[in-house]
């Protein structure tokens, strides 16, 4: 089994940064590839962004795409999300899943383990 915490939300003006961070315990954390998902009010959670086993490979959903960077740091057991050049509709609540598939999906249904969520804020 695996623990998730999320960390590193606030509230930002538009244009500025931040970056998301999720600690793991338990298991393995360099067995499972590691999602970002993110919900905001009225909404369905959507994928934002997946990083395979190794961190050589990512995926983001094509909002984000050269914007937000997923990586990670198997030594630390830790998942990151910087993101840049926030927006209003960036506005939600984050969080990070682990999957036991070596590059994780892009569907949330295939995770096994999520964390609690930090909510990001971005104002205009």
């Known amino acids: 089994q695996v623990q998730l915490v999320e960390s590193g939300g606030g509230l930002v003006q538009a244009g500025g940064s931040l970056r998301l961070s999720c600690a793991a315990s338990g298991r393995t954390f360099s067995n499972y590839g590691m999602g970002w998902f993110r919900q905001a009010p009225g909404k369905e959670r959507e994928f934002v962004a997946r990083?395979?086993?190794?961190?050589?490979?990512?995926y983001y959903v094509d909002s984000v795409k050269g914007r937000f960077t997923i990586s990670r740091d198997n030594g630390k057991k830790t998942l990151y999300l910087q993101m840049n050049s926030l927006q209003p509709e960036d506005t939600a609540v984050y969080y990070c899943?682990?999957?036991?598939?070596?590059?994780?999906?892009?569907?949330?249904?295939?995770?096994?383990?999520w964390g609690q969520g930090t909510q990001v804020t971005v104002s205009s």
């Open positions: 899943a682990a999957d036991a598939r070596e590059n994780g999906s892009s569907r949330r249904d295939e995770y096994g383990y």
């Open positions: 990083i395979s086993w190794s961190g050589g490979n990512a």
